[in-house]
């Protein structure tokens, strides 16, 4: 079992930057590749970057490419994904989620989901 707890979320300009963390615990969160995927209103979930176990390998949606980075601390137990130049069409719920071992661009291959938290950028 794995708990996510997101933070970092808040209102910012368009052209501006918010870092997300997301704090994991239980028993062996190191293992689990992450990912973190954002919604707006009245659309899918969609992938937004992932990291492996070790942060050795990354993936982005090409929507994010050179503006988001994803990093992890396995020391601290936590997830960060560094949003800079943030658009307007960025605006949703982002959430992190814990996958076994190798990380995913799709939703459903992850087993544990935290909560969420909100990112509005202003135009």
């Known amino acids: 079992q794995v708990q996510l707890v997101e933070s970092g979320g808040g209102l910012v300009q368009a052209g501006g930057s918010l870092r997300l963390s997301c704090a994991t615990s239980?028993?062996?969160?190191?293992?689990?590749?992450m990912g973190w995927f954002r919604q707006a209103p009245g659309k899918e979930r969609d992938f937004v970057s992932g990291i492996s176990r070790s942060a050795t390998s990354t993936t982005y949606a090409d929507s994010v490419k050179g503006r988001f980075t994803i990093s992890r601390d396995n020391a601290k137990n936590t997830v960060y994904l560094q949003m800079n130049m943030l658009k307007p069409e960025d605006t949703a719920v982002y959430y992190c989620a814990a996958r076994w071992m190798v990380h995913s661009t799709f939703a459903d291959d992850y087993s544990y989901w935290g909560q969420g938290t909100q990112v509005t950028v202003s135009s």
């Open positions: 239980g028993r062996s969160s190191s293992r689990y590749a």
